[in-house]
């Protein structure tokens, strides 16, 4: 059985999406494709005077729209190039079992997401390491010995196709 038979909705989901006009819609997409981007300019571009831009912004953040404004590192200038997705599964279908396994895997060393799935595995966790050796010395000495698991296998990405952080809208 997976983990989605026994696992409750996450309380960052919004229980519904709030409907967006085509000026949301705008400034979100202007957003995704540059965060740094000035509010002078976000308002010209999504032709809205500044503080109007300005408390459009501000309502989408309070929304839970806009979670929160980044800077996209490179993964290989910082050693952690190699990206291993990892399919999990627990050796029993019980909530202490799911909230165990977790908890601990939010303390992974280049864990980067983990996601309960449907089909063959419980979860899915992606992974970034330097390489092949420091994932064998993480295998070892971090994910071995997480809690509740009977079966871990690993795929190590090739080359990357295609990564995006922008939602489409």
Partial sequence: MNATNNHKR??????EPMPLDRTDRAILKALQRDASISNVALAEKVKLSP?????????????GL?????????????????V??????????TPESFAAFEAAAQKVSGCMECHVV????DYFMLLRTKDSQSFN???????LYLPGVRQIRSFMGLRQVLSTPQIPL
């Fill in 51 to 63: 503080p109007a831009c300005l408390r459009r912004v501000e309502r989408l953040k309070q929304a």
């Fill in 84 to 93: 291993v997705l990892i399919g999990v599964v627990l050796d029993r279908s």
């Fill in 10 to 15: 996450s309380a960052t989901q919004a229980a």
């Fill in 66 to 82: 806009i979670k929160g404004i980044v800077a996209l590192l490179n993964p290989d200038a910082l050693d952690a190039g190699m």
């Fill in 118 to 121: 449907t089909g063959e595995f």
């Fill in 137 to 143: 010395r993480l295998h070892a000495e971090q994910l």
